[in-house]
Every structure is written in C-alpha cells, then in structure tokens.
C-alpha cells in the first residue's frame, strides 16, 4: 500500500485504547521510540490521572508517567480528543473477561472496535492484543471497521492480531525485549503491524495469518495452565507420599531438553491463565 509506505518516514501518530496492565506498558515504549501517541480510555478517573502524572499500572512509576507526558503522550476519554486527521496505528488493549456462558465477553473489544471504527482512514493500521478465540479478528473486528469505514480489511486499511505477552511485575522481560507475535488478515497486513512493532519490540515473530496469531496466544497460557494444574496435584500425592517435591524439580529441571520447571502455588493464577483454556474450548466446541 503507497500510503502507508509514504507515512512510514514521518512521524507516527497511535492510538492505544485502553490504559491498563498491557495498553501502559505499550505506550510507553511507543514513546520511548519517538512515536506520538495518544490513550484513550472510557475511565475518566484513568485518564484525569495519568494526565496528572500518576500511575495506576503496577509495572509504572509516576516517573514513568511523567517521561511519558513530556515525550508527548495524552491520554482521552474520547475520540473527540485526538487531534489531527486521524492516528496511522491504532492498537486495541482492552479487558476480555469470561461471560456467564464460559466463553470470552467481547463487549469491551466490542466497543473499542467501535471507536477504533471512527479513527480509520486509508492505509491505517488496526491492531487487536486483546487475548480472545481464533477467528475474533477476522469475524468480529474486521466486519465492524468495514461497515463503519467503507473500506476493505487488506486493502483500504491493514488489520492484524498481536497477543499481549505482559508479565507483571517481571523485572526482566518487557516490551522491548520480549518477541512479538504479529499475524495479519493478509500478508501485507502482517507487514504493516511488523513495521509498527519493529519500532517498540528488538524482535517481531510473524505468524501465518491472525488466527495463528490468536492461537499461539491460547497454547502459551493453556501450556502453562495444564502445567502449573499438573505440579499442584503432584504437590498433593507427594505430601501423602512424604516425597519432596522441590527436590524432584529441581533434579528433574537439570534435564538439558523436553523439561520445563513449574513449581506449586496457591493455585493457577492471575487473570488471563485460569480463563483462557475457556476461550479454546469455546470456538472447539
Ligand atoms: N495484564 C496481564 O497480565 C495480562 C496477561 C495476559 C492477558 N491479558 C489480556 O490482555 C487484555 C487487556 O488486559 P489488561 O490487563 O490490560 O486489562 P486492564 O483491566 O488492566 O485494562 C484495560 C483497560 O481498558 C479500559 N477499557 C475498557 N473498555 C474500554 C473501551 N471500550 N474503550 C477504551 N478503554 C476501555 C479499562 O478502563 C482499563 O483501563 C485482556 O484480553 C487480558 O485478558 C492480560
């Protein structure tokens, strides 16, 4: 696409919807990378804050926050406060809880989309990270910005899946340093979003299409659930046993390859690995 490519040389203007654990983080690094970005939230209370300098991301200081503003960074509650004629990448990091019927509860990707709809203009680029099915990308976001925009996905603008990869509280791993999976509608949208993430990501992973995208997403934390579920009832049987667990890693973990070390908790945690195996089993079933 001609535009797009024109645009790649001047400055890039994003919109990064939704200001949580993942959309922060990403704004962040945007405008580190010189980037001009803007949030947009729908809780005043976010945005009156992080406009204020204050932080409610765990993984960000009000330091942070202040580099941010002066690297150009605002964030909005709306649409009507991002100026210009219309962001170049918009990328969509809102929550997908479960619904009540075990599957993943689109409302909020359902309305980001909405508002991303409005943004669009040709040679854009609109990227989902949002953990969801296989398919949301190309069967729910694609249709809703066609309708409002009247352009075709691949062609009027680009629209692709990249999966969050934010483990909070890791001192580590980040945005910068961690790959990212990118897997468009088409090719060249796969190649549009790797350009955007090749400016805040050292490493960009392309995947055959957006559904690998969204699948590779699932298998990660699904690999994790099953693993951390299998070394909590391993847990159990070896207090009964009087087996030292930790022991039995630790020897195990010295195995060059086919092994990796999970260790028992409280439990499979946080907010995205006990809810997304639902999300596979969703689209199986
Ligand atoms: N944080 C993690 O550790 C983690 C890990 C894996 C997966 N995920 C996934 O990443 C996605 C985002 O999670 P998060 O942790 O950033 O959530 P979060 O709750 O921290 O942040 C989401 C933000 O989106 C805002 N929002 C909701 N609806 C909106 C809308 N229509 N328009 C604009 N803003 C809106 C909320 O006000 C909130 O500030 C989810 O799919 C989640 O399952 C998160």
């Not at 962040?28 to 804050?49: F, H, K, N, S, Y």
């Amino acid at each position: 696409m001609k535009g797009h490519h024109a645009r790649r040389i001047s400055t890039v203007d994003v919109v990064i919807i939704g200001l949580g654990y993942v959309g922060l983080p990403l704004a962040q690094e945007a405008v580190r990378a010189g980037l001009r970005v803007t949030g947009l939230d729908i809780r005043q209370a976010t945005v009156d804050g992080l406009n204020a300098g204050r932080s409610h991301v765990d993984d960000l200081s009000d330091a942070d926050i202040a580099a941010m503003l002066a690297g150009g960074f605002r964030a909005v509650t709306n649409v009507a406060g991002i100026a210009g004629t219309g962001p170049d990448v918009i990328v969509i990091c809102v929550p997908t809880p479960l619904s009540e019927s075990d599957g993943p509860d689109l409302t909020a990707v359902r309305a980001a989309t909405e508002t991303a709809a409005t943004l669009v203009r040709p040679g854009c680029t609109v990227i989902l990270e949002s953990t969801t099915y296989p398919g949301t990308t190309d069967e729910i976001v694609r249709p809703m910005l066609e309708k409002a925009s009247g352009l075709s996905a691949g062609i009027g603008f680009h629209l692709a899946f990249s999966p969050e990869r934010i483990d909070p509280g890791n001192e580590t791993y980040g945005i910068r340093n961690t790959p990212k999976v990118v897997g468009g509608i088409t090719p060249a949208c796969t190649e549009a979003a790797a350009d955007f993430y090749a400016r805040v990501c050292d490493t960009v992973v392309r995947a055959k299409s957006a559904r690998e995208a969204e699948m590779a997403k699932l298998l990660e934390n699904t690999y994790r659930h099953v693993n951390i579920a299998l070394v909590n009832e391993m847990a159990i049987f070896c207090h009964e046993l009087g087996v030292d667990l930790w022991d039995a890693i630790r020897c195990a973990a010295t195995k060059p390859f086919g092994f990796q070390a999970f260790y028992p908790g409280p439990g499979v945690g946080g907010h995205c690995i006990p809810i997304d195996p639902n999300y596979l089993s969703y689209k199986v079933r």
